[in-house]
């Protein structure tokens, strides 16, 4: 998961095999608060569309959908 912020870059990994829905949002908490950021700050929502394994993608999608449908930010798609 990355954050980007004027030039700032601000990133968090995990191997996390079969984990993606228990350790995103976590992910996602710890990315924001380093960034001093709140989901109503940000200008868009991206994920990325793929390839990949159809959970993760699902689970990717439906999560930037909540926060964007929340904060009333676009979705981008990011192939």
């Known amino acids: ?4 912020r004027g ?4 990133v ?3 191997l996390a095999e079969n984990r993606h829905s228990e350790l995103l949002v976590p992910m996602l908490r710890r990315v924001l608060d380093r ?3 709140s989901p109503e700050q940000m ?3 991206g994920f990325g569309q ?3 394994s159809f959970t993760g993608i699902r689970i990717a ?3 930037v959908q909540g926060l ?3 904060a009333n930010r676009p979705v981008v798609p990011v192939p």
């Open 12 to 14: 968090e990994e995990a």
């Open 1 to 4: 998961m990355a954050l980007v």
């Open 61 to 63: 999608c439906g999560i």
């Open 50 to 52: 793929g390839p990949g």
């Open 43 to 45: 200008d868009a929502f």
């Open 68 to 70: 964007a449908f929340a």
């Open 35 to 37: 960034a001093h950021l």
């Open 7 to 10: 030039g700032e870059l601000f």
